[in-house]
């Protein structure tokens, strides 16, 4: 079965830092990625996706990510967060053998203003 | 354009008795699934509805139970409600039931089991 591992579950950042936040799959079939974000008291939105094609994916808010397939990973990335980027985040994958996605367990973003 | 709406957005229910949970999917959507999302923790697949039939099915015992009905809307049922049950349902909708559809999710329902 498919595995999905977010290994930062909290964040603290600066307003205007950086952020990176790591994704990694455990299924190297045909692979579909997605990152997802859930804001306080919001549904699930999704941030961005990866089907085919170019490695590197822009996704909403400046968001973007890239697959390596090497590394089975699918990293997060923003150059310059804002507060209003306080979320949770979460990374997801078709399951295998279900019609149904996989998601890890979740980063906790807090940006500080 | 109408999003995936549920209702009710929060309950509470005393172990023991049963829950239904209802989804409308988002306009032009024909496949719905149930997630559970325990605090914590990323949302877990319970099971699909497509056609009116159970497609697929997640690591969820028998006491979680669900019906689409022909509009594609969809109820999730859970009898016996353990304290275990306690969490956020998300009802997800798509467009027919291929790996790669893009999932749109509700705000859920949170259930606290008593």
């Known amino acids: 079965a498919q595995s999905v591992s977010q290994h930062n579950h909290h964040v603290i950042l600066s307003e205007a830092a950086s952020l990176e936040l790591g994704c990694n799959y455990s299924y190297g079939g045909t692979v579909n990625l997605f990152w997802y974000v859930q804001y306080p008291g919001q549904h699930l939105q999704l941030l961005l996706k990866y089907f085919s094609g170019d490695p590197l994916v822009k996704g909403i808010k400046g968001f973007e990510a890239e697959f390596i397939k090497s590394k089975f990973s699918f990293n997060l990335r923003k150059p310059s967060v804002q507060w209003s980027d306080t979320a949770e985040y979460f990374c997801?994958?078709?399951?295998?053998?279900?019609?149904?996605?996989?998601f890890g367990s979740g980063t906790r973003l807090q940006v500080q203003p | 354009d109408a999003g995936v709406t549920q209702s009710p957005t929060h309950l509470i229910k005393t172990r023991g008795q049963q829950v239904t949970l209802r989804c409308s999917p988002k306009?032009?959507?024909?496949?719905v699934s149930w997630y559970q999302q325990a605090l914590g923790q990323g949302p877990q697949f319970i099971f699909q509805y497509y056609e009116e039939e159970e497609r697929q099915r997640g690591n969820f015992p028998d006491r979680f139970s669900g019906h689409q009905f022909p509009n594609y809307s969809s109820e999730l049922n859970v009898n016996a409600l353990l304290l275990g049950d306690s969490a956020l349902y998300l009802c997800?909708?798509?467009?027919?039931?291929?790996?790669?559809?893009?999932?749109?999710f509700g705000e859920g329902s949170w259930l606290t089991v008593v």
């Open positions: 997800a909708s798509s467009v027919g039931v291929g790996r790669g559809n893009t999932i749109y």
């Open positions: 997801a994958a078709p399951d295998t053998g279900r019609r149904a996605l996989t």
């Open positions: 306009s032009g959507h024909d496949t």
